[in-house]
C-alpha cells in the first residue's frame, strides 16, 4: 500500500483584476466582459515554474526529517529550460542531493497525473519516498479569453509505502490524440480549438468511460465519492460529467476559476491539495484530469489527514495571502507581452559563467554558508577564515544551509537608480537570530511599506534573465513572512 505521506502547494501572491485586464482589450473583443469577473493568480517578474515548485515542495515538506527520497519528478509544459533537466535545479534548491532519480515530465495536460501514476508505481517498487511536484505558468496573447483564464501555482506530494495522509486506491487511463489545443515548436502560445467541439466531442465522451472504469475496478460506488476534482473552465462541465458517472453535484470542488485560474497541468494536483485541505477521515477523492486522453486516480483520506492539514500553508493560505493587481501595463511587462524601454542600466551583458555556477552551486542555488566549528559563529558566504575577530580559525567551517532560517530587516534601501524590472529595487542587511547576516535583494515588498525590523523568510527566485542566450539566474532573496503579514 502506497499513499501520499504530506502535501503543500502555492500561488504567487499577485492577483490579476480581470476586470482591469478586460477594460483595456474590451473595445477589441467585447466577448472578453464575459470573464470579467473574479482574478488568476500571477507570477511576481521573478518568479516562474521553478520558484514556485520550490515553495510548493517547501510547503510539502515542511522543517521535518524525512527518510531519504529515491526520486524527485516534475510535471510541467512550462519548463525554463528544453534542454538542461529543471527536476536537477529543484534537488539543488531543496538540498536533497545528489544521489536520487530526477525527472521532468511533459507535453501534456495530463503531464501531472499522468506522471503520478508512474511515481507511485516506482514508490510500490523501490520502497522509498518520493516528492512529486507539479508547476505551471503558462502565457496567453494579449486581449485573449486564455490571458484570463489562466493562473499561475504549483502543488507538491509525498508519496510513500503506508496509506500516509491520503491512501491511494488505484488508477486508470485512456490515451486518446484528441487535439482541443496545442503548443508547436518554438510557438509562444498555445492555438486553441472552438469549446463546443472540445466539450461535447472531448471532456464528455473521454473522462466518464475513464472514471467508470476506475470505479468498477476498485468497487467503489460513485455515490462514495465526496470530492471530484477535475480542471476544466469550460461552465458545468464537471458538474455534466460527474451526473454522468452518478456523483453528486455536491461533491464536484470548486475550479478556483475566479480565485486562481486554471494553472494548466499542475491544476489536478493544486485541486487535489485543496481537497485535501477540507476533507475528513474516510472520505473518498477522486482526480481526473484531461488532455490527449483522461486519467483518474482514486484517494481515501485517513486519520492521519488532520495532522499533515495542521502543518501546511496549502493552497487555502496561498488563496488568503493575495494581493491585487489592478495594473495590467505591469502584467504585460512581467511576461514580455509588450516591447517597453528599460533604459541604459538594463542593457549589461548578463552572461552566466557556467564555471562559477557549477563550482559555487552550494551557495548559489542551495543558499549553503558556513558555520565555524571552533566558535559555532555562522556566516555567509563561506569562507577560509571565521569571521570572529576573536576566533579566526582557518578551515574550521562546515556546511550550514541558511534558506529555512527567518530573520529581520537590519537596514535597507529603496534604489530607484539600479535597474530593477519592478523599480524600485529593494534590497538590505537581513539579520538571523541563529548567527550570521547577508546583504540580499527583497521581494514581494510593498513600497513605502518595509521598515527596520520586519520579519523576512528566504525564497528561491529569479536574480536576472540573460536574454541574449535564454538562460536564467537564479538565488534567494527575502519576502516578508507571510503568517506576519496575515497576522
Sequence with gaps: MVGIASFGGYLPRLRLSRKAASDVNGWFNAGLRAYARGERSICNWDEDTLTMAVEAARDCLGSGTHEPMVALHLATTTAPFQDRQNAAILAQALRLGDRLHTMDITASQRAATTGLVSAFDTVSARGRPLLFIASEKRRAPAGSPQELLFGDGAAALLLDRGDGAARFLGSRSANVDFVDHYRGQNREFDYQWEERWIRDEGYLKIVPPVIKELLAETGIGPGDIAHFCLPVTLPKVAQQIAAMVGIAESAVRPNLDGLAGDTGAAHALVMLVHALEAAKP??????????????????????????????????????????????????????????????????????????????????????????????????????????????????????????????????????????????????????????????????????????????????????????????????????????????
Design 282 to 487: 474516510g472520505e473518498r477523492i477522486l482526480v481526473a484530469s484531461f488532455g490527449n486522453g483522461c486519467d483518474a486516480l482514486l484517494f481515501e483520506a485517513t486519520g492521519a489527514l488532520p495532522k499533515a492539514v495542521a502543518s501546511v500553508r496549502g493552497i487555502g493560505g496561498s488563496l488568503k495571502a493575495r494581493k491585487e493587481e489592478t495594473n495590467y501595463a505591469r502584467y504585460l511587462a512581467f511576461n514580455d507581452l509588450v516591447k517597453l524601454e528599460r533604459g541604459l542600466r538594463a542593457e549589461t551583458d548578463k552572461q552566466t559563467p557556467l564555471t562559477t555556477l557549477y563550482r559555487k552551486r552550494n551557495m548559489l542555488t542551495s543558499l549553503i554558508g558556513g558555520r565555524c566549528e571552533r566558535c559555532g559563529t555562522l556566516q555567509f558566504p563561506k569562507s577560509k577564515i571565521c569571521v570572529n575577530p576573536n576566533c579566526g580559525a582557518r578551515h574550521s567551517q562546515v556546511d550550514q544551509p541558511f534558506s529555512e532560517f527567518q530573520g529581520r530587516i537590519m537596514s535597507w534601501s529603496a534604489d530607484h537608480l539600479t535597474y530593477s524590472p519592478d523599480p524600485p529595487a529593494h534590497y538590505g542587511m537581513v539579520t538571523f537570530p541563529e548567527g550570521g547576516r547577508m546583504m540580499i535583494d527583497f521581494t514581494d515588498v510593498d513600497i513605502g511599506k518595509v521598515e527596520v525590523g520586519m520579519k523576512m523568510r528566504l525564497v528561491f527566485r529569479i536574480k536576472e534573465v540573460d536574454p541574449q542566450r535564454g538562460f536564467t539566474k537564479y538565488f534567494w532573496k527575502a519576502a516578508p513572512d507571510a503568517a506576519a503579514r496575515e497576522a
